[in-house]
């Protein structure tokens, strides 16, 4: 069974920096893993996909609300997807969350629990 853990997140004033890590686990996770991608939950708002990855490929899709800002990666042998957000402003609060799309589903389908982002203004 595939689950995905986040972690990174934390308190940063306007113009600052974070890096998000989100470490999956499980057998089948190399084989079965489609994409990885970053959503944001803002205070009242939908979940929105902010970045993703194709994990057997290089292509990355970034919202244009991050692009140039935000940077996703990541280190296959650690099971490993980054996304570094730079320049960060106060419209990126909001509540972090890392899901993988699993082969032969066409959504994101395994969810962490999130990590708290808060960019003071």
């Known amino acids: 069974q595939i689950q995905v853990m986040e972690s990174g997140g934390g308190l940063v004033q306007a113009g600052g920096s974070l890096r998000l890590s989100c470490v999956a686990s499980?057998?089948?996770?190399?084989?079965?893993?489609?994409?990885v991608g970053w959503f944001r939950q803002a205070p009242g708002k939908e979940r929105e996909l902010r970045a993703s990855?194709?994990?057997?490929?290089?292509?990355?899709y970034y919202a244009d609300s991050v692009k140039g800002r935000f940077t996703i990666s990541r280190e296959s042998a650690k099971n490993t997807v980054h996304l570094q957000m730079n320049n960060l402003q106060h419209e990126d609060t909001g509540i972090y969350y890392c899901?993988?799309?699993?082969?032969?589903?066409?959504?994101?389908?395994?969810w962490g629990q999130g990590t708290q982002v808060t960019v003071s203004a």
């Open positions: 499980g057998r089948t996770f190399q084989t079965h893993a489609v994409a």
């Open positions: 990855i194709r994990w057997n490929g290089r292509s990355a």
């Open positions: 899901a993988v799309q699993a082969l032969g589903t066409t959504e994101y389908s395994i």
